[in-house]
């Protein structure tokens, strides 16, 4: 399941770079996968998502700085 997230992050992470649009790409994903439950599902979900990226982006900088 964790490597399924990753992917699916990965893939949100593109989608918003190629568009720049963040609702846009965060209102499909909803839809995508249902996640209109409770407006605190949604909030926790994007709270996720930024610290995920915040990681992943802390991760990459690390690693390039090492390299």
Do not use: N
Request: include cysteine; proline fraction near 0%.
């Amino acid at each position: 399941i964790r490597d399924t997230i990753v992917h699916e992050l990965a893939h949100v992470k593109t989608d918003m770079e190629h568009t720049g649009r963040w609702r846009e790409t965060y209102k499909h994903y909803q839809l995508k996968y249902g996640l209109v439950s409770s407006s605190r599902e949604v909030l926790l979900l994007g709270v996720g998502a930024i610290v995920a990226f915040a990681v992943a982006g802390v991760f990459l900088v690390s690693r390039c700085g090492k390299a």
